[in-house]
């Protein structure tokens, strides 16, 4: 795997004002500059491997025409990289996501990096603290995807089967977060509103978990059993009742969608599947 130097995810997020008046209008911009860990799968490649790639894109939009202009530089692979440097890109504000929108199906590229297609750009306008803002495209061979260092799935689909009773039950509104260092390979899983043994557990978190960059995303296992670094909320007794085993969390890049399966020791086994 390749190492990144910063996998802090850093985003800064800046809406230029000026002052205006029907005489003399001057142009009100929005300037992000995005500090992502880029995904670079080779879709050619039999093994299936992926790196990780710093990645930075600054984006300036035109809240006048709601045109943008992106500069980026990208690393694709050893001795393969490039520059993007585009201008005069549609934008449209997506009031359900909380963010712009920034699509093409090819980009005329000023920048080295020659045939990119199948861009998208979503830049979260909602927080700076964690944002959900993603960059994906193609070129040539190679699929690149940027996100920050923290993938949340809300609302997560999520079965609860006892290990006492073998009765299965949904449990609904439950969130998984996932912080991810490809850097050193280790990730921590922080869960919320998860009713298990009627018991919610308002938050719990699972540290030093094994990460795996796999073709289509990033893989969070362990290779054996886990307790909880902290735990708050519920009738919970002590943490050697939640103790983590055999769990399997992937995020595939592709389609934005997560899955997990996972037992918590002695009380139940748990499978998750949602969007992030």
Do not use: W
């Amino acid at each position: 795997m390749n190492k990144i130097f910063s996998i802090s995810a850093l985003f800064t997020l800046l809406l230029l004002f000026s002052a205006c008046n029907d005489d003399n209008k001057t142009p009100q911009y929005v300037y992000a500059d995005m500090q992502m860990i880029n995904h670079v799968s080779n879709d050619d490649s039999e093994t299936g491997e992926a790196i990780c790639q710093n990645g930075e894109y600054e984006v300036t939009i035109n809240l006048d025409d709601y045109t943008a202009s992106i500069n980026a530089y990208v690393f694709l692979d050893e001795g393969y990289n490039g520059s993007i440097d585009v201008t005069n890109l549609p934008v449209t504000y997506n009031k359900t996501m909380g963010g712009y929108v920034i699509q093409a199906g090819t980009l005329n590229n000023k920048g080295t990096l020659q045939g990119i297609y199948d861009f998208y750009l979503f830049l979260d306008y909602r927080s700076t603290d964690n944002p959900t803002s993603r960059v994906s495209f193609s070129v040539n061979n190679y699929r690149v995807n940027g996100t920050g260092n923290i993938l949340t799935v809300n609302n997560a689909l999520t079965n609860v089967t006892s290990l006492t009773t073998g009765e299965t039950q949904q449990a609904l509104g439950a969130s998984y977060i996932v912080t991810f260092n490809p850097d050193n390979e280790k990730a921590s899983l922080t869960i919320k509103n998860l009713n298990i043994s009627n018991n919610t557990l308002n938050e719990i978190i699972y540290s030093n978990l094994d990460l795996k960059v796999i073709k289509n995303g990033y893989q969070v296992t362990t290779d054996g059993e886990r307790k909880p670094s902290s735990i708050n909320g519920g009738n919970l007794g002590e943490l050697d009742k939640y103790i983590l085993k055999n769990i399997d969390l992937k995020f595939n890049l592709n389609t934005e969608t997560a899955d997990a399966a996972f037992t918590i020791k002695n009380v139940a086994d748990i499978n998750m599947n949602g969007s992030f």
